[in-house]
């Protein structure tokens, strides 16, 4: 089930705080795939965190901890990421750390390889 998105003007005072915090976070660190849309609400796992704060905003913090101090090697990190989205399916996940790869020059075939059968055609 997708929820509706959050249009930006809709938006109670607890959620428009995280929402700002998100937007600014994601303008600034992610990059390479779509999580805004055009009307400014945000899409993929950030419409539901939003929509919920009191557990969006510690799992937002989470994102933002393992982001911007990441252990993992870049190119281990993405395929990390990408195996499990595969696990559970996770089209946006699978989408957006496709291209993230990509940026970071990791090989598609490397990438493809990590990814379960019924992943490589997503």
């Known amino acids: 089930m997708r929820l509706p998105l959050r249009s930006p003007s809709n938006l ?5 705080l995280l929402y700002e915090d998100m937007h600014k976070g994601i303008e600034t660190n992610f990059k390479g795939f779509t999580a805004i849309d055009k009307t400014g609400a945000l899409i993929g796992p950030w419409n539901p965190w939003l929509r919920f704060p009191k557990f969006g905003g510690p799992v937002w913090q989470l994102v933002k901890a393992l982001s911007t101090s990441p252990t993992l090697p870049r190119p281990v990190r993405e395929i ?6 595969a696990k ?31 992943a490589r055609a997503i």
Do not use: C, K, M, W
């Open 12 to 16: 109670n005072a607890e959620q428009r």
């Open 80 to 85: 990390a990421i990408l195996v499990t989205g």
């Open 88 to 118: 559970f399916r996770s089209a946006y996940e699978i989408y957006a750390h496709v291209l993230v790869a990509e940026l970071r020059e990791l090989p598609d075939d490397r990438s493809r390889r990590s990814l379960p059968a019924s």
